[in-house]
């Protein structure tokens, strides 16, 4: 049943380092011994409101965030491929805001906020990513540095996972709490820290609220906080993602959805008891992560076991399990670190193809600084979006649909869309708006057109 020496092997041969090989070793065993990663609500207890501190009580530190952003960086996790929406390439060279692409927008807000900036991208995204940044020619080309890979397991005897048809889908990235064992082998920790930097903010690349806050950057570093993260209030929409609670040794820390056994998900989803979401935008003195690499000799997640098929995009493929962790997790192993409420304007990330017309919509705005904010002449949260999957789930999908204009949703409270519906241009959606098609053929909504009730075709 122990294949353990498989693994190294066939990691050594693709010239994964030693503490990537160790750390999938020390996952694997757990795995092995029966670990399932799972958090019990017995082990945890929810966070006080009066424990967290409160973004908007944090402006008079942005005089001195503004002094120590020489010793900045933002650092942007770029691994994500966007498989769920169609994407074959990184999701960050996807257009999302006047025909820009998130990863020209991220570089242009580094330049706007003269920090430095540094990608980690995984094995499917560094070439593509690669090519952009040529083209794009910021001022000063990023960081980049590559996330480890980990091996797919078989669920059924937990051996190597095998595709000799395509070797990619053998291996998989292993979670973004990666970061920190990549930051180490990469050489960019090091290289960080004799360039004077200190504090490193890191987020999504699809997540273009997370930008380089001073106020938030200054209480960071004149507290000299080790590990900060950025949580948000929870609502229904959010009830499946992971939440904060304490453990009972005190310490914060972080639960996800595959982390909680499936007899305790609906204390899970209860979102006045465990109030806070991690956003994943995460602030890490990077002095401390140092030190705390030096003490050990490969950090130490709580594991996620995810079952997936080797081929995602094949159900019937072989089971496997992916061995993953999750960055904000590493807030369990620093002293002293803290949580920060922030507004949701920092969290709105595009998951899937709805995501992505709402940030495309009048709803977002785009400064001359490429910061994306809420229209201010939004009178409402933004507009829930329910877009029938089989003609709008994958965005080549969406973009036929919407080849003309992205609709004007600055007044639509909700929308939803179920069967074949194509858009032409200069459409208004206002209010709480259904539009169904029941025929075989395409419905089409004319251009100018201003929907401000039910549309049935």
């Known amino acids: 049943m122990n294949h353990l020496p498989s693994f190294i092997k066939k990691m050594d041969i693709e010239g994964l380092p030693k503490v990537a090989i160790d750390t999938f070793a020390y996952y694997y065993k757990k795995l092995v011994s029966g670990s399932t990663g799972l958090v019990y609500d017995k082990?945890?207890?929810?966070?006080?409101?009066?424990?967290?501190?409160?973004?908007?009580?944090?402006?008079?530190?942005?005089?001195?965030?503004?002094?120590?952003?020489?010793?900045?960086?933002?650092?942007?996790?770029?691994?994500g491929l966007g498989t769920s929406m169609g994407l074959t390439r990184a999701k960050s060279l996807l257009k999302i805001k006047n025909g820009y692409s998130f990863l020209e927008i991220i570089t242009k807000q580094a330049e706007a906020d003269h920090v430095k900036l540094a990608f980690m991208n995984s094995f499917s995204t560094?070439?593509?990513?690669?090519?952009?940044?040529?083209?794009?020619?910021?001022?000063?080309?990023?960081?980049?540095?590559?996330?480890?890979?980990?091996?797919?397991i078989l669920q059924d005897n937990l051996s190597p996972a095998l595709c000799p048809k395509n070797p990619s889908?053998?291996?998989?990235?292993?979670?973004?709490g990666d970061i920190y064992t990549a930051m180490v082998t990469s050489g960019i920790l090091d290289f960080l820290l004799?360039?004077?930097?200190?504090?490193?903010?890191?987020?999504?690349?699809?997540?273009?609220?997370?930008?380089?806050?001073?106020?938030?950057?200054?209480?960071?570093?004149?507290?000299?906080?080790?590990?900060?993260?950025?949580v948000a209030e929870r609502t229904p929409a959010d009830a499946k993602g992971g939440h904060l609670a304490r453990h009972r040794n005190g310490r914060l820390l972080l639960r996800e959805s595959a982390q909680c056994p499936d007899e305790e998900i609906e204390a899970f989803k209860n979102i006045c008891r465990y109030r806070f979401f991690n956003t994943?935008?995460?602030?890490?003195?990077?002095?401390?992560?140092?030190?705390?690499?030096?003490?050990?000799?490969?950090?130490?997640?709580?594991m996620i076991v995810n079952p997936k098929t080797i081929d995602p995009r094949d159900m019937n493929s072989p089971k496997v399990f992916q061995i993953e962790t999750a960055m904000g997790s590493a807030i369990s192993l620093f002293e002293g670190s803290i949580a920060v409420k922030v507004p949701r304007s920092r969290f709105f990330p595009v998951k899937k193809c709805d995501d992505l017309l709402t940030v495309r919509?009048?709803?977002?705005?785009?400064?001359?600084?490429?910061?994306?904010?809420?229209?201010?002449?939004?009178?409402?949260?933004?507009?829930?979006?329910?877009?029938?999957?089989?003609?709008?789930?994958?965005?080549?999908?969406?973009?036929?649909?919407?080849?003309?204009?992205?609709?004007s949703l600055i007044e639509c409270?909700?929308?939803?869309?179920?069967?074949?519906?194509?858009?032409?241009?200069?459409?208004?959606?206002?209010?709480?708006?259904?539009?169904?098609?029941?025929?075989?053929?395409?419905?089409?909504?004319?251009?100018?057109?201003?929907?401000?009730?039910?549309?049935?075709?």
């Open 361 to 407: 919509s009048d709803c977002f705005q785009l400064t001359e600084n490429f910061q994306l904010i809420m229209n201010p002449d939004r009178l409402f949260d933004l507009p829930k979006l329910s877009l029938d999957p089989r003609y709008y789930g994958k965005i080549d999908d969406l973009n036929a649909r919407f080849q003309f204009s992205t609709p």
């Open 126 to 152: 560094h070439d593509d990513t690669m090519a952009a940044l040529k083209a794009i020619h910021p001022e000063e080309f990023p960081l980049l540095f590559m996330q480890h890979k980990f091996p797919k």
């Open 194 to 230: 004799s360039q004077g930097i200190t504090y490193a903010f890191i987020s999504n690349s699809d997540n273009l609220g997370a930008t380089m806050d001073t106020s938030l950057l200054g209480y960071f570093a004149e507290k000299q906080l080790p590990f900060m993260m950025e």
């Open 169 to 176: 889908l053998e291996w998989n990235p292993p979670g973004h």
């Open 43 to 79: 082990d945890i207890r929810p966070v006080d409101p009066d424990e967290i501190e409160t973004s908007g009580h944090l402006k008079p530190y942005a005089d001195y965030g503004n002094q120590m952003l020489g010793h900045a960086v933002m650092l942007v996790l770029n691994g």
């Open 413 to 457: 409270e909700s929308l939803s869309i179920k069967g074949d519906v194509f858009f032409e241009d200069q459409v208004s959606i206002k209010g709480r708006v259904r539009i169904k098609n029941t025929k075989n053929t395409a419905g089409v909504v004319k251009e100018g057109t201003i929907i401000d009730h039910d549309m049935i075709f």
């Open 280 to 302: 994943n935008n995460i602030w890490i003195n990077l002095q401390f992560l140092k030190q705390l690499t030096q003490t050990r000799q490969t950090i130490e997640l709580p």
